[in-house]
């Protein structure tokens, strides 16, 4: 049996496109917040198999669906893909922390 015969049933050409691209082994080399310096060639290690399925995703998931499936779709075992989703989240929250927030949100225009 080869790693072809686990594809998913849906987009299959685009999970298929993303897999032969990265030799069925996760991309990830340290986005995910963990360390892959040990890893052969500093990626993940990890392997499409039938007990661990690896997803197409987005190199930098951002969590919008509508973004995320125009994006160029790259092979990740799916803690890394968390690990990817996890800082791109938390990425928004200090961007969205950071804003000003001395403006107003509606301007009455009345004099206090």
């Known amino acids: 049996m080869s790693t072809t015969d686990f594809a998913p049933i849906a987009a299959a050409a685009v999970w298929r496109k993303?897999?032969?691209?990265?030799?069925?082994?996760?991309?990830?080399?340290?986005?995910?917040?963990?360390?892959?310096?040990?890893?052969?060639?500093?990626?993940c290690k990890r392997e499409h198999t039938a007990w661990l399925r690896l997803v197409a995703a987005p190199a930098e998931p951002t969590g919008n669906p509508h973004t995320d499936i125009a994006a160029e779709q790259v092979a990740y075992c799916p803690?890394?893909?968390?690990?990817?989703?996890?800082?791109?989240?938390?990425a928004d929250r200090v961007a969205a922390a950071s804003h000003d927030n001395d403006v107003p949100l509606f301007d009455l225009g009345g004099e206090a």
């Open 18 to 43: 993303a897999m032969q691209a990265a030799g069925y082994r996760c991309v990830c080399t340290g986005g995910c917040g963990r360390s892959h310096a040990k890893d052969p060639g500093e990626r």
């Open 79 to 90: 803690n890394c893909y968390d690990g990817h989703l996890a800082v791109a989240k938390r």
